[in-house]
């Protein structure tokens, strides 16, 4: 007999279509159900060319899932694929139990991580959004059609109705919310660009290890953990680099992930805007995982989606101490080609504090570019517009002012 506190037991199904991108263990789709609060017992994966329309896997392989899942105790069944609302209610009358699908694994994860107030109505709205085409489902035991000539529906279609009603006039008024957030979030971003502030934005692939990063840099107390969507709030601070007397701004950002709902991209427009208006990206990538090649193009893609794949970008290999001895770089600084440009590529490791200082140099050579830009002669710190940082404006750096 399973105990009351033990997490419920899942089954994970996957299905491979031919794509590229394809994880026949199934390991991320377990690491998102182990966040979730779930406990997978069983993988099954099997080949398609495309979905079946009922049930996504045809009656045969649903009929071995039910009896994998009725072996292993399992009470709910997870799909690393995002399913129709009829495939997912078809599934459910089939097996016999929850079925859920990949999309609605992320909106739970995210409901049980956002903190802020912002983050909470993001996530409420991409929720809304996705339970707004599957009510359906929440009333398929009421009678859906009455027979007779001129009869309307049933009481399960007026209370279809109902719900979407509602529904809708939630997600309006939590877009309304969120809109008076994006000008608030405006209003910021205007007065940190009349104040000319350098913007960074970490971005990258959720557990690369950001927020660790992020806090070794800031020496900030942002919640930082190995697993997946550790954090979901934008946290930004002042960073005071040395090397050119001036503070940049630094954010921390909400981590992206294959498959990432639409929606959610969406909802977190106004979280992601840090990354539209940044001057640079620090793109972060655990260098310790086999995929982190498709990691990085899933990055690539959604920051196309949101306007932010022109943004001058610095690849950050983190997580060097994980690196096993064969796969250890030749040099920490090199660069690596993204859609046939190549871009500054760093390794280190923000646990251990390896090769922090070449990312701060990095960072104050980019700030100190675009203020030099902005005001010719003006980028070195000391306001005299020689480029010696001694201040006397003779530009030959010993500040005694007679240019020798």
């Excluded at 506190?5 to 991108?21: I, K, R, Y």
């Excluded at 609060?37 to 009929?63: H, M, N, Q």
């Excluded at 932010?308 to 690596?336: M, S």
């Amino acid at each position: 007999m399973q105990d009351k506190n033990a997490a419920p037991l899942a089954v994970l199904v996957g299905v491979d279509f031919g794509l590229p991108h394809f994880d026949a263990e199934l390991e991320e789709l377990g690491l998102l159900a182990q966040t979730a609060g779930l406990e997978p017992v069983a993988r099954i994966t099997c080949k398609r060319r495309a979905p079946d329309p009922a049930l996504f896997v045809g009656s045969g392989k649903a009929d071995e899932i039910k009896l994998l899942a009725e072996q292993h105790g399992a009470t709910e069944i997870l799909f690393d694929q995002a399913l129709s609302p009829a495939q997912q209610r078809n599934l459910e009358r089939t097996l016999g139990m929850p079925v859920n699908d990949r999309t609605m694994l992320i909106l739970e994860i995210f409901a049980q991580r956002a903190r802020s107030h912002e983050g909470k109505l993001q996530v409420e709205l991409a929720r809304l959004q996705y339970l707004s085409t599957r009510l359906v489902r929440r009333w398929s035991h009421l009678e859906r059609q009455q027979g007779g000539t001129g009869t309307r529906g049933g009481p399960g279609e007026t209370q279809i109705e109902l719900d979407r009603r509602m529904i809708n006039e939630a997600i309006k008024r939590i877009k309304e919310r969120l809109e008076k957030v994006k000008r608030q979030r405006a209003t910021q971003r205007r007065q940190r660009q009349r104040t000319d502030t350098f913007a960074v934005s970490l971005v990258g692939y959720t557990n690369a290890g950001k927020s660790t990063l992020f806090n070794a840099l800031v020496k900030a107390r942002t919640y930082a953990a190995d697993q997946l969507f550790a954090t979901l709030d934008t946290t930004t601070r002042q960073l005071y680099l040395p090397q050119i007397g001036r503070s940049i701004s630094l954010s921390d950002t909400v981590g992206f992930i294959r498959d990432l709902p639409h929606g959610l991209v969406e909802a977190f427009e106004a979280t992601l805007q840090e990354a539209v208006d940044a001057d640079l990206l620090l793109h972060v990538v655990d260098a310790s995982s086999p995929e982190w090649v498709e990691q990085i193009n899933e990055v690539q893609r959604v920051l196309g989606e949101i306007g932010a794949d022109k943004i001058p970008q610095v690849l950050v290999f983190n997580k060097l101490d994980a690196l096993p001895a064969d796969r250890e770089p030749v040099a920490l600084a090199d660069t690596y080609a993204i859609d046939s440009v190549q871009v500054p590529r760093l390794y280190l490791s923000a646990q251990k504090g390896i090769g922090l200082d070449a990312l701060r140099d990095l960072m104050a050579e980019a700030a100190q570019a675009k203020w030099q830009q902005a005001w010719p002669g003006q980028g070195d710190g000391d306001g005299d517009g020689d480029g010696d940082g001694d201040g006397d404006g003779d530009g030959d750096g010993d500040g005694d002012g007679d240019t020798p």
